[in-house]
């Protein structure tokens, strides 16, 4: 089976920062969140587990499988979208005519990504040789495998694997530290 989880919450998640590859850390109600995900998934046997690179998302794979003696490897393709100029905005959709706001009102027609963000043919192609090179043979063996990272990262491998249309982008809704079984 694959698995994917949404890392931990962050101080800038909650004061609605646009992280992307900023790395921030989790907070103490992101830690709590993934403790009580270790508990809730606790009879979940998964195999191995795969990361991003950031911290919030690695520190968050170390609790949930705390004592669980299952290897967490870091992926450097998991990393969380870049959003360029504009990680470390907060409230983007409070600015007017923002252009990293169409990312997330109306994906289909993010064609050309601001200054430093990354393409969602970018984003899609990592992933997607994560997903055919790493997980997919992985998961055929029989192996239960679980991606801690993102909102963004973590959506574009749902879509994927679900074959969801880029206007959907977003319709998984994937929740802080909450699991989702895609296959």
Known sequence: MLYIMRHGKTDWNALHKLQGRTDIPINEEGREMARLAAV????????????????????????????????????????????????GVANSFQIPDCPINVLFKDPENYKNPPEGAESFEDLYKRTGEFL??????????GKNVLIVGHGAMNSSIVCQVKNVPIKDFWSAGIENCKLMRLK
């Open 40 to 87: 809730e998934y606790a009879d979940i046997p998964f195999d191995i587990c795969y990361s991003s690179p950031l911290i919030r998302a690695r520190e968050t794979a170390e609790i949930v499988l705390k004592d669980r003696n299952i290897p967490i490897i870091t992926d450097d393709r998991l990393v969380e979208m870049s959003f360029g100029i504009y990680e």
């Open 132 to 141: 055919r090179e790493v997980a997919d043979p992985l998961v055929a063996e």
